[in-house]
């Protein structure tokens, strides 16, 4: 595994220049960013998870999983805080997302869909025509055990 020495004021820093699963975080933002860029496709899928909203939590037994084209979701933070639409495109090189009806004006007037990132986002209807996605729920309600509705008891003396 390659890795690099540089100066840092005066201390000489030791950092790896591969990425790595075994990592396990570090304080300095520069390090973070690094794991993200350098993250291979397979975890860069999982990077770009939204939550569930309450009714599809308890549904599924989830409580967040990776977006992907058609799902409905609404935005819970920033300038489009509320609004509700379809996501359209999924941008794994950028972890973005981009949503259906979300557009911002440039100088010279034209429209552009807004980047959005997924931590935003709260899923409001899954798209489950796919199979693999379908076994990700699957496997996830097999695991929790629903609870049976409780009745009252009737004591007779």
Do not use: C
Request: aromatic fraction near 6%.
């Amino acid at each position: 595994m390659g890795t690099v020495d540089f100066l840092f004021g005066k201390e000489r820093v030791h950092m790896k220049t591969e990425w790595s699963r075994s990592w396990i975080s570090s304080k300095q933002p520069r390090k973070q960013r690094k794991y993200r860029y350098n993250a291979p496709a397979h975890i860069r899928h999982k990077f770009l998870s939204a939550n569930l909203s309450k009714e599809l939590r308890q549904r599924f037994g989830l409580r967040s999983i990776p977006i992907r084209k058609g799902d409905e979701i609404q935005i819970m933070r920033g300038a489009f805080k509320g609004q509700k639409g379809p996501i359209e495109t999924v941008d794994t090189k950028k972890l973005k997302v981009y949503i259906g009806g979300i557009k911002v004006k440039k100088v010279d007037g034209s429209e552009v869909a807004k980047a959005i990132d997924p931590s935003n986002l709260k899923i409001i209807n899954l798209k489950l025509d796919d199979k693999r996605r379908q076994e990700v729920v699957g496997r996830a309600k097999k695991g929790k055990v629903p609870e049976a509705p409780k009745t009252p008891t009737v004591t007779t003396k």
